[in-house]
Nanobody, 128 residues
Framework: QVQLLESGGGLVQAGGSLRLSCAAS????????MGWFRQAPGREREFVTA????????YYADSVKGRFTIARDNAENTMYLQMNSLKPEDTAVYYCSAKRTFLSGSDYLRNGATYDYWGQGTQVTVSS
């Protein structure tokens, strides 16, 4: 089992940057594929980005491609989301998620139902 804790959210002006972190408990972090999802008020949760266990494959939603970068440090049991050129429509609660798997595949890791563990979320607010 793994516990996830997000940090790094906050208020930023449009065009600014934030870096989110997701710290994972346990000793098997490197066995988990990880993802970031977000949910804005009145909207369904949506996929943002995902990374395979080794970091060898990454996947992005079209809306964030070229602006967001996902990374992981297996030695530190931490995943990161670097968000640049933020827009007001990026405002949401951001959740990290984990699935113990060595599988890759865009459809699989873009699907929220794939993930077994979720963090509490961190608020990101982008002002115009």
């Amino acid at each position: 089992q793994v516990q996830l804790l997000e940090s790094g959210g906050g208020l930023v002006q449009a065009g600014g940057s934030l870096r989110l972190s997701c710290a994972a408990s346990g000793r098997t972090f490197s066995s988990y594929a990880m993802g970031w999802f977000r949910q804005a008020p009145g909207r369904e949760r949506e996929f943002v980005t995902a990374i395979t266990w080794s970091g060898g494959n990454t996947y992005y939603a079209d809306s964030v491609k070229g602006r967001f970068t996902i990374a992981r440090d297996n030695a530190e049991n931490t995943m990161y989301l670097q968000m640049n050129s933020l827009k007001p429509e990026d405002t949401a609660v951001y959740y990290c998620s984990a699935k113990r798997t060595f599988l890759s595949g865009s459809d699989y890791l873009r699907n929220g139902a794939t993930y077994d563990y979720w963090g509490q979320g961190t608020q990101v607010t982008v002002s115009s």
